[in-house]
């Protein structure tokens, strides 16, 4: 059964490899990016998402079976969070009438193991709330230093991650019949990344915050492989997940014990 996927980010990486792979299998694909895709989008604001969702709505006279947001950028600017978060939200609720007609709908997102590092809680306060202004005056004043610019993605990451958990089970997505789930990968071998991962300094510096010890750095395909099961029929009751797809890098981090926050205190 073919079907017809929307895919944001698809003239690169994880995005590129997606599509690809959904097209090699013979489904059609409605990329979205700056360019060189089916449709040509500037997510990062309001405007831009709104003239792209409609543009994508014109290009899908067949209606939309999956959705599959890539589109991202992890620079240490306000802007990551308006591409990251608003970009993927608003443009997935924009699509989600039409969307939800489709016999099969599904939808995942790109998050990243960074929503497990430290974030700045009143940016992603502000992004769940809805306030794009204010999230962007934040991430100004984060972007000041060097330490606090990196803040901006992981606290995109974080709150797209939270957006996921909290919409997959509403009557909107869930009641709907739609499993809405992210990825978190951990260092992908892209061309965003390939410049930090050209140097001595810069790959040390990855793998101290990202280590990855089976199969150490990924390559997109990897990522492409599980949004391509997420959003397929197959996928009939996972919700609300991010999928740490990062070589190991979570269980590293947060240990063997994830779970016993919620056990009875021993006495």
Not at 151 to 163: F, H, T
Not at 229 to 245: D, E, K, V
């Amino acid at each position: 059964m073919t079907r017809t996927y929307v895919i944001t980010g698809a003239a690169s990486g994880i995005g590129a490899a997606t599509a690809e792979l959904l097209r090699a299998q013979g489904h059609t694909v409605i990329g979205v990016d700056l360019g060189g895709v089916e449709v040509t989008g500037d997510l990062s604001t309001p405007v831009g998402r709104t003239a792209a969702a409609d543009a994508v709505l014109a290009a899908a006279d067949g209606g939309i079976d999956a959705i599959i947001a890539c589109a991202g950028i992890a620079a240490p600017i306000a802007k990551t969070m308006a591409i990251n978060y608003f970009g993927v939200t608003e443009f997935l609720t924009a699509l989600l009438p039409k969307l939800s007609l489709a016999d099969q709908p599904r939808a995942a997102v790109v998050s990243s193991m960074a929503s497990l590092q430290p974030v700045s809680a009143d940016l992603v306060d502000a992004a769940l709330r809805g306030d794009e202004s204010r999230a962007l005056e934040i991430g100004d004043q984060l972007a000041v230093t060097a330490e606090g610019g990196f803040l901006n993605y992981s606290s995109s990451k974080r709150a797209l991650s939270r957006w996921v958990r909290r919409e997959s089970i509403s009557e909107a997505w869930a009641g709907a019949g739609i499993p809405l789930n992210a990825v978190a990968p951990g260092t992908v071998t892209t061309a965003m990344t390939a410049g930090l991962l050209a140097s001595p300094e810069g790959l040390a510096q990855v793998d101290a915050a990202v280590p990855m010890p089976l199969n150490y750095h990924q390559p997109a395909s990897s990522i492409a492989e599980l949004l391509v099961w997420l959003t397929s029929p197959a996928n009939t009751h996972m919700a609300g997940q991010t999928i740490y797809c990062d070589g190991g890098a979570d269980a590293v981090l947060r240990g063997d014990d994830i779970w016993s926050w919620n056990d009875t205190p021993r006495n």
